[in-house]
């Protein structure tokens, strides 16, 4: 899909509050309510929009510890990614978990209440799939955490 500097304002304002009202949102825009509701509808059906959520803050409900856990795979088949996939996908604590090129084969984020709870987790892991290392690192300060892009 084709975009333009419309689509793109509207990308924005949602990305900002995506509970905007859609008569604010035609208003900050410059377009009429339908317009505007016809854009967006275009955008979610060409899979610019993947789905609308609410960000909710992991401390306030009891997950203070953010970790990022660095994954080297045990073997390099396909069998043993499918798994490894499976997995990671059935682990609520888990939030996300990327492929990636270098030194580490996986990147895993995952959020705990604490040390105890990350033990949990890690214990988990392990009972579900085999891995030839495992390390993790400890978020002290969230400096930036966004989900916003730079349009």
Not at 6 to 24: G, P, V
Not at 96 to 105: I, K, N, Q, T
Request: contains cysteine.
């Amino acid at each position: 899909m084709r975009h333009d500097e419309l689509d793109l304002k509207i990308l924005r304002a949602l990305q900002r509050d995506c509970d905007i009202s859609l008569d604010t949102l035609s208003a900050e825009i410059g377009l009429s309510r339908n317009a505007c509701w016809r854009r967006i509808k275009l955008m979610q059906e060409a899979g610019l929009i993947r789905k609308r959520v609410a960000l909710l803050n992991a401390k306030a409900l009891g997950f203070g510890l953010t970790v990022f856990i660095q994954v080297r795979a045990e073997k390099h088949t396909a069998n043993w990614s499918e798994d490894f996939a499976r997995a990671t996908r059935a682990i609520p604590e888990i939030s996300g978990v990327y492929r990636m090129s270098g030194d580490l084969d996986y990147l895993i984020r995952a959020h705990v209440a604490d040390m105890a709870g990350y033990d949990r987790l890690y214990q988990k892991m392990i009972s579900k799939i085999s891995m030839a290392d495992v390390s993790a690192s400890f978020v002290m300060e969230d400096i930036k955490d966004t989900t916003e892009l730079p349009l």
